[in-house]
């Protein structure tokens, strides 16, 4: 990162829900952080300097490969990818969930473990269900997060 570029916020924004980025957007207005989502198909974003949008053509990883191209150290990327927060830390990223939750050099091979545990019992034909509906509390848990990490 040069020394007059401040860090920026990379949105993995095909599956993030659609409270988490407006809480995004109020943020990168409020900070004047440059806020960009990434997604294979075209979004709305309100009329902002800040807020930005990249849409990438379908296919599998593409949205990740765009982000971990533009992404520099000491930027956020916003992600419930666990295989793309692992390449962001190795990038020296920040990653953070949509739920609240710090990826962290001490707690990616966990997620990535159990990730791939998941995987493994789905092959197998286990019905393993998805992740728990998105709660208020996993909303008010991501704006105080952001609003932490923004405060840095």
Known sequence: MSP????????DADACPNVIKEILFRAADRRQIITTL???????TPASRFIHAIQV??????A?????RLLQPK????????PLAAEVLGGRGNALNPRGEFYTHDNIQQHLTM??????????GVETGGPPPFSQSDR??????LDRYLQK
């Open 115 to 124: 990730r791939k545990f998941m995987d493994e019992l789905r092959a197998s």
């Open 4 to 11: 007059s570029r401040q860090a920026q916020i990379w949105v």
């Open 57 to 62: 053509p379908s296919g599998f990883d593409v």
């Open 140 to 145: 008010h848990y991501f704006a105080a997060q």
């Open 75 to 82: 930027d956020l990327v916003i992600t419930a990818d666990i």
């Open 64 to 68: 990740d490969q765009e982000i971990l």
């Open 38 to 44: 990434v997604a294979n198909k075209l979004l709305r």
